[in-house]
């Protein structure tokens, strides 16, 4: 049982390995539903890794920082892919994919600076925002060609990262697993 105890944290390091096995796979030509396999996996540890936290009451600070940052370096990775793997898909979403960069990297430099660390806040948004890349990838990496679902990701990281920049912007002090600016006002 003690093991149990520990599975949230080994879903978060094979997620965390996911990424450059993503690499790997494109060096060595692998097959677009290669990369939707190992998705959907990542995806699954992504969902799994909190479930089991809170149920086991080990949903820790760090543990919920490490979720957040192992999410955003497996997304590298997937960008990385996309770029590299499906160019004409990065080039028709540039400017949806530059201005997810921007206010992604805005917001991690922002909580930085307000906070001394990166935020945390676990939202429904993103929740949702995570459920789109799924599907938005997916279409990428099985048609080989990003069309309506892989735009509504992008739209739904936009809507998910200026969420978390106003979430950051009221809060006086960092707070992890904030589920919506709602909840964060009836908190105030």
Known sequence: MKIFNYSPHLLLYLR????PVLLYGFFHEWSGFSYFTIL????????????????????TEWLRRADSIVDTIFFVFIFMLLYSGYPETWQRFSIGLYIIFGVEMFRIVFDHIKFNKQASYHMWSAKLW????????????????GGLFFLISLIMGIVTNLEGIWASLILPEWRHDVKSIIHIKRSL
């Open 16 to 19: 965390m390995l996911l990424g």
């Open 40 to 59: 959907l996996i990542a995806t699954l540890t992504d969902i799994f890794d909190g479930i089991i936290a809170r149920r086991l009451g080990i949903a």
């Open 130 to 145: 995570g459920l789109t890349l799924l599907f938005g990838f997916s279409e990428v990496f099985l048609s080989g060609k």
